[in-house]
């Protein structure tokens, strides 16, 4: 079965910052992946995708992230982080099976 | 563009009691589905639908009955209300034929049970 494992409930970083999040998947055939942003009390809301066609990924808000097969990795990246990227972050997958299985999220804290 | 239209936004009640909670999409999309999401443990699929017509359960179904009758609307039925379904629900949408389509979420449905 696959499953998606997010390193780290909840990341903190300064005004500035490189933001880092990390994502972790298990799947026995190539998958596709994203990542999706959810604000206070909204709906989830596409950051980005990955979907064989280029292993870094650019996505909104100056988000990116780069497929590494041999990791089984797709790690979102910031240069500089922002006070209003502070929100919860979801890594998913999807497989021939057409489902999404989410990663149990990471809440991003931005410090003034 | 409405997307995907989830009603109500919030909800309390009773233990026992049963309601429906409603989910439109007016993007022509083939898959549907319904997840919960609590604390920690991100989105759990709870039922989902590759069409009108049929449905099939998730990781955590029990409790919960759907339909899909048309292709906008997948109404999620929560059949004896228990305390354990305090939790924000979300619908989503997405195209079947191709799996590099992202799911397209409404804003959720926050039910309290007491």
């Known amino acids: 079965a696959q499953s998606v494992t997010q390193l780290g409930s909840h990341v903190s970083v300064s005004e500035g910052a490189l933001v880092l999040l990390r994502c972790n998947y298990s799947?026995?055939?190539?998958?596709?992946l994203f990542w999706y942003v959810q604000y206070p009390n909204q709906g989830l809301q596409l950051l980005l995708k990955?979907?064989?066609?280029?292993?870094l990924v650019k996505g909104i808000n100056g988000f990116e992230a780069e497929f590494k097969k041999s990791e089984t990795s797709f790690h979102l990246t910031k240069p500089s982080a922002h006070m209003s990227d502070a929100a919860e972050y979801f890594c998913?997958?999807?497989?021939?099976?057409?489902?999404?299985?989410f990663g149990p999220g990471t809440r991003l804290s931005v410090l003034p | 563009n409405a997307g995907v239209t989830q009603t109500p936004k919030f909800q309390v009640l009773k233990t026992g009691q049963s309601m429906t909670l409603q989910c439109a999409q007016d993007?022509?999309?083939?898959?549907m589905s319904w997840y919960r999401q609590d604390p920690g443990m991100g989105l759990r699929l709870i039922h989902y639908?590759?069409?009108?017509?049929?449905?099939d359960q998730g990781e955590v179904p029990n409790g919960y009955n759907v339909s899909r009758s048309t292709t906008e609307d997948f109404p999620l039925r929560l059949l004896s209300a228990a305390p354990s379904q305090t939790s924000v629900y979300f619908c989503?949408?997405?195209?079947?034929?191709?799996?590099?389509?992202?799911?397209?979420f409404g804003q959720g449905t926050r039910l309290t049970v007491v």
């Open positions: 989503a949408s997405s195209y079947s034929h191709s799996l590099n389509t992202e799911a397209f």
């Open positions: 799947s026995s055939v190539p998958p596709y």
């Open positions: 998913a997958v999807r497989v021939y099976g057409q489902n999404f299985v």
């Open positions: 993007m022509n999309h083939e898959y």
């Open positions: 990955y979907t064989s066609a280029a292993t």
């Open positions: 639908s590759v069409g009108a017509g049929i449905t």
